[in-house]
């Protein structure tokens, strides 16, 4: 290919690209947002109930503009859209902040709301995950990745947009968690470092089938535990132990571990 040739492919592919935002933009739309649903994030502060208003207003406004930019979807509502979103966003922040109760509560090391909110890996993850969920069971293409993706760059957390996730999720440390898009999980669901819920094949002919493991409610997953499948089910009230490997379901109140077996061998005087 010649340099010519090179330089008319580009163009011409630049012009069949759909158009969207600059991750830039959409990351300073969800910091703007969330720092507004959680003033300990900003230093800002408003001085009246019409400023908080204003900000919403505008806020949605940003949304909207974004949506427009993004012609991924010829045929989406971006007002009704914006519209739905903004009028559930109460029960988004009311959901977030289950989440800021369950860390705080199942912690030791964390000692108040404000330090969980502006240090914790786990809840950042989350946060953008409710709203880019929001946003994906509006059927908003490409935004609800590209906000989940950003989480899982700060966070090395990678939790799929259309991942069904109940109330009250706590995520300790964090860093390594994958779950993936038919993931269901429960409510009140503690997860630990590098435990991943994914699928027991890749196949790209699964796209609209359920691939990904269902997790009941109150159950512990350890660092390191892989549960795989989309018919593999963990009961409510189960504990899954470190580095365990599942591709099976467990019943209720079930306990599973693995046992490696560790040697020590000690070295012999030298004397």
Known sequence: MSTEEFYLHIFKKQKLHETVSSNEVIEKWINDLLNFAFPERSEGAFSSLEEVESYFARL?????????????????????????FFRDFPEIYRRMNTDILAI????????????????????????????ANALFQLDVPLIPRLLTELAHSKTGIDIHPGATIGDYLCIDHGTGIVIGE????????????????????????????????????????????????????IGS????????????????FATVYHQPTIKVIEAKSKS
């Open 182 to 233: 038919t993931t269901i999980i429960g409510n009140h669901v503690k997860i630990y470092q590098g435990v991943t819920l994914g699928a027991l094949s890749v196949d790209k002919a699964m796209v609209d089938v359920k691939r990904h493991p269902t997790i009941g409610d109150h159950v512990v997953l350890y660092a390191g535990a892989t549960i795989l499948g989309g018919d593999t089910v």
């Open 237 to 252: 009230h189960c504990t899954i132990g470190g580095n365990v490997w599942l591709t099976r379901s467990v019943p209720p």
């Open 104 to 131: 705080q509560q199942g912690d030791p090391a964390a000692t108040n709301t404000f330090e969980i909110i502006r240090a914790y890996p786990g809840f950042i993850a989350i946060a953008f995950y409710r709203i």
């Open 60 to 84: 949605e406004k940003e949304l909207l503009r974004i949506l427009n930019v993004t012609k991924a979807c010829d045929d989406c509502n971006n007002e009704e859209i914006v519209r739905s």
